[in-house]
């Protein structure tokens, strides 16, 4: 199939004028190395590109989670910004002639490990996506497009990381065993540490991101 440069040009152009701060695009097929239920044909069969997009959090208020626990609702505040942006750039695909659908959050993709393979930027020793202007302080979403966009080249180490260990030291749950991050850990720590802001809504630990040196070039 022809890639074409001029249309991924005008999707990517789109997604900025919707508000998206960083978009790359991944090919499909490097997704094989996932479980079958994460990967882009779970969602559209003949899915040609992944176009991944984030949203810089640039007040921790948006990173807020909200519970209605008598009715089972809950809300990511950011996550809701994102997943709207995700279902105009359906639109604009669908528009131009495109299949198009919007990724759930879950399960969905693994969404950090889809930027770094659509180029946006590495994983870092935090265990995150680092993007070259906000760090890893962006949320992330996916839409999957039969659309014949060209592909970011992927990503596979960190060139910011190399001798830092800021963010490992840094971490409250003392998560990164002998530097690498231990899931379990940091997930028990951090739904006993939420930071509550009002009686639904909290925010959960985000210190790895907020002391990385590449966060802190543009936050704060
Ligand atoms: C489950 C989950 C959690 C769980 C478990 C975390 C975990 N990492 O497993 C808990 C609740 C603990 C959690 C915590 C946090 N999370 Co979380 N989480 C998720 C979720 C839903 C799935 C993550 C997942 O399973 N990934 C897949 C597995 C395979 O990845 P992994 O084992 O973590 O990491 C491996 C790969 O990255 C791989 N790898 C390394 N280098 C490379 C390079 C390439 C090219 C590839 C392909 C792979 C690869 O090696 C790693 C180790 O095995 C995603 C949303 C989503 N749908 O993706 C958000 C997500 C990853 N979380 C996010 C965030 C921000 C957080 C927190 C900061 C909390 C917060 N304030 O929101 C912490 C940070 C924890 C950390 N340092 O990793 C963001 C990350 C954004 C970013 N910049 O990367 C995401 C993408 C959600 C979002 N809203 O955008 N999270």
């Avoid at 198009?100 to 590495?122: H, M, N, Q, R, T």
């Avoid at 202007?133 to 014949?148: D, E, F, K, M």
């Avoid at 592909?151 to 800021?166: D, H, L, M, R, V």
């Avoid at 971490?171 to 009686?199: L, M, Q, V």
Wanted: glycine share 6%; net charge positive; charged share 25%.
């Amino acid at each position: 199939m022809v890639r074409n440069q001029k249309l991924t040009e005008d999707v990517k152009k789109y997604c900025e004028k919707v508000g998206v701060d960083v978009v790359g695009i991944a090919n499909p097929s490097l997704f094989n190395r996932f479980p079958e239920g994460f990967r882009p044909q779970a969602y559209l069969d003949d899915t040609t590109a992944v176009i991944i997009i984030g949203f810089h959090l640039y007040d921790l208020v948006l990173d807020a989670w909200n519970y209605k626990e008598d009715s089972n609702k809950s809300y990511q505040f950011a996550d809701s910004i994102i997943e709207n942006f995700c279902h105009k750039i359906k639109k604009y695909l669908l528009k131009n002639g495109f299949k198009a659908e919007v990724i759930s959050y879950k399960p969905g993709l693994f969404l950090k490990d889809s930027a770094a393979l659509a180029g946006i930027g590495p994983i870092g020793k935090n265990n995150l996506l680092i993007t070259p202007t906000y760090g890893s302080q962006v949320r992330l979403r996916a839409i999957v497009t039969n659309a014949p966009l060209t592909y970011g080249e992927p990503i596979q180490e960190s060139k910011y990381c190399k001798n830092c260990n800021i963010c490992i030291k840094a971490c409250p749950a003392n998560a990164f065993i002998n530097g690498k991050y231990t899931k379990s850990i940091c997930d028990e720590w951090a739904r006993s540490n939420w930071e509550r802001i009002s009686p639904h809504t909290v925010i959960w630990c985000n210190t790895c991101i907020e002391v990385c040196p590449v966060t802190k070039k543009k936050i704060g």
